[in-house]
């Protein structure tokens, strides 16, 4: 159904509003928690620019592993009813999820002049989701920014999840330096794609843990040298272990770690997280683990990264909405190359 809506000036404190506007969208809903099959596409009315907000039409949006875990209540052991908790105990409180997307501008909230109509845009909703759907809702001094020319709506959707977590971890928690030999496990997916040109960057000799299969796609990102983890129990030194599966705990990964080595677990139990809180410094090593804040500040850093030419994000699969319970299949799949993203019809 359409409706058609006069135009105004945001000047003047009003919504601008499109000439014609479809009363409602398409929105994929998880209304239980499951396995991919509860994903589904449903109508629902438009989302309205509050003041302060910016309504963005969605061309692309990424479906990360985080989308997957949150829908199936699937976190590392111990997280499960913490995650509950925050995301809804029976069932999901919001039923759109995913949390990066790349859009246009499509209506702006009383008192938005930062942005226009038809802008294009990119940006984070967070744990409250909405991305995956024609248009959401977003204020417009949260994260939010304008899209650069350099990056298509498709790799927009996939710019922040992984390299925000690389950049967090390598350069806040890790202090990677020039020369520090850096081991990344868990190499070729969102997280260690960017990881590994962050730790070229920063002057690491990277080396990535993937399948065989993946090496030569690890190489050509930068990393030095590669390694199956299905070869057996990984043998070497290095001074920083990124460890993006959580398959290396500190009681693994010890006897790798040179002396003064980091480790940093990107994902892990509630009880190794808990005792890396309380006992960071383990012999000469450091553990330094958490969750990533999608700081505002942090975008930006990464998007200087962009410029600078350090990160472009990696799109392994890029599936129409339609098959959006695919997408949340492979993103959930633990062996996926860079980002999936659905573009909007
Ligand atoms: N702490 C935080 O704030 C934070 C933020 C973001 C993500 N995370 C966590 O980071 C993890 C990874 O996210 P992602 O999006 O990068 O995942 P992903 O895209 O699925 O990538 C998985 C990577 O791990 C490799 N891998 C699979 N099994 C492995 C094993 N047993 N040992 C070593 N490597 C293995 C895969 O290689 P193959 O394909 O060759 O098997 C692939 O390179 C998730 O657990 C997520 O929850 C945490």
Not at 32 to 60: F, S, T
Not at 124 to 148: C, M, S, W, Y
Not at 250 to 262: D, E, V
Request: charged fraction near 20%.
């Amino acid at each position: 159904m359409k409706s058609t809506l006069a135009t105004h000036s945001a000047n003047q404190g009003e919504a601008i509003v499109a000439a014609t506007e479809p009363a409602r969208m398409k929105a994929a809903t998880i209304r239980r928690y499951g396995g991919p099959e509860v994903v589904v596409i449903e109508d629902m009315p438009l989302p309205v620019a509050a003041a302060g907000e910016v309504r963005v039409r969605v061309c692309a949006a990424g479906v990360t592993v985080a989308d997957a875990r949150l829908r199936a209540n699937h976190a590392p052991r111990g997280f499960g009813f913490l995650m509950r908790c925050i995301t809804g105990l029976i069932r999901p409180r919001h039923p759109v999820f995913g949390m990066e997307f790349a859009g246009v501008v499509d209506r702006l909230g009383s008192g938005v002049a930062a942005f226009s109509p038809g802008q294009r845009v990119f940006g984070i909703t967070g744990l409250k989701g909405g991305a995956h759907a024609e248009f959401l809702t977003i204020r417009a001094d949260a994260r939010l920014f304008p899209l650069p020319e350099t990056l298509s709506a498709i790799e927009g959707a996939a710019f922040f999840f992984g390299g925000l977590t690389a950049a967090d971890f390598l350069i806040d928690k890790g202090d990677v330096r020039p020369g520090d030999r850096l081991l990344i496990n868990g190499a070729t997916g969102s997280v260690g794609s960017a990881a590994i040109r962050i730790g070229r960057h920063l002057g690491a000799k990277v080396t990535a843990v993937a399948r065989s299969e993946n090496h030569g796609f690890a190489l050509e990102l930068g990393a030095h040298e590669a390694i199956d983890y299905r070869a057996g129990p990984l043998s070497g030194q290095w001074d920083v272990i990124l460890d993006v599966m959580g398959t290396l705990p500190y009681r693994k990964a010890a006897p790798m770690l040179a002396p003064g080595g980091r480790l940093l677990p990107v994902t892990a139990t509630l009880a190794e997280q808990v005792s890396y809180g309380l006992h960071a410094r383990r012999r000469t090593h450091r553990i330094t683990g958490g969750v990533v804040a999608d700081k505002k500040s942090a975008m930006e850093r990464l998007m200087g990264l962009h410029a600078s030419g350090v990160h472009r994000p990696i799109v392994g699969v890029v599936l129409p909405f339609a098959e959006i319970a695919a997408a949340h299949d492979l993103a959930g799949s633990g062996h996926k190359r860079g980002n999936i993203v659905v573009r909007m019809p």
